[in-house]
């Protein structure tokens, strides 16, 4: 009986570290960097690159959204693990943005600037 409740208890103690880790609920709003005006239909990819489930014994955390701006400029992912994010946004005629960040809170808002292309060379006359 005494180790049935010992095995009991060693389980219950191991319950929280194999829960799933913290979660956050990310929202990207992309603007315009000359006029600070919304960016619609941009394509913006989440993705979890950091950390390690210790539930799937240690297999990395496969984690990753497509989705693009609604009118406002506006992107709003289901939740993702917290830790080291990469955040990349393409539209056309801007240049394309890519960024890890760290996350650690329930709900992030990320702010994404884009600039407009640079201009092309050419070492052609």
Do not use: C, W
Not at 16 to 28: E, F, G, N, S
Not at 61 to 77: E, F, H, K, L, P
């Amino acid at each position: 009986m005494t180790r049935l409740l010992f095995s009991f208890a060693l389980f219950a103690a191991a319950l929280p570290v194999l829960a799933d880790p913290p979660m956050t609920k990310i929202r990207v709003e992309v603007r315009k960097a000359a006029n600070d005006k919304p960016v619609d239909r941009a394509s913006v990819v989440v993705k979890f690159v950091e950390g390690r489930s210790v539930v799937k014994l240690g297999k990395k955390i496969m984690t990753s959204y497509q989705m693009r701006t609604n009118q406002d400029g506006v992107a709003s992912m289901p939740a993702i693990p917290q830790g080291k994010i990469q955040i990349q946004v393409i539209a056309k005629g801007f240049q394309t943005y890519g960024q890890i960040i760290e996350i650690g809170e329930e709900e992030k808002t990320v702010e994404v600037k884009l600039n407009d292309p640079q201009p092309q060379y050419t070492v052609h006359q």
